[in-house]
């Protein structure tokens, strides 16, 4: 089961920092998800798979991080990239890219042609909850901590 490789990935990347893993109902939507984990919507890690054309050739993915009550800037990404186009990545390859179904999407790259980009409030959050690759299991864990591991790259790709 791919789920299950990548929940096992995530947790051996996890290996010697600070983290909680918080089982609740089964949720793949940020705001209910939140909710069942009781923090505010803006402490989540929203996770998209995003496609930027940067020319008639070349297509690229990304995998935007942004605080669970922002949007995706596309406009930032676009310009970010110099791309023609930038839109959301179809479920299929955003599938195969986060190695792992919509919902469970993590904060980390696990392919190394998905950039990962995360918004400055991701990093600077002091409490930062994601979906573990599973609807039933999260992980809370510091900003910082997060920054650390990941090593995304860091800009602002979230509407004001």
């Known amino acids: 089961m791919p789920d299950l490789d990548t929940y096992h990935r995530l947790i051996d990347l996890l290996a010697g920092v600070p983290y909680k893993l918080i089982d609740h109902a089964p949720d793949g939507t940020t705001e209910s998800v939140s909710a069942l984990r009781g923090h505010p919507v803006s402490h989540a890690a929203k996770c998209i798979v995003l496609m930027v054309k940067v020319d008639k050739r070349t297509t690229r993915y990304a ?3 942004v605080p669970g009550d922002r949007r995706v800037d596309l406009d930032a990404v676009k310009r970010l990239y110099n791309a023609r186009y930038v839109g959301f990545a179809d479920a299929t390859t955003a599938e195969r890219l986060a190695q792992t179904i919509p919902g469970t999407v993590l904060p980390f790259s696990l392919d190394p042609t998905l950039e990962l980009l995360a918004d400055p409030a991701v990093v600077a959050a002091p409490e930062l909850y994601f979906n573990a690759a599973r609807l039933d299991r ?9 920054q650390a591991i990941a090593q995304p790259r860091v800009v602002r790709i979230t509407l004001p």
Do not use: F, K, W
């Open 138 to 146: 999260s992980v809370m864990m510091s900003g910082a901590d997060y």
């Open 63 to 65: 995998l935007a991080v």
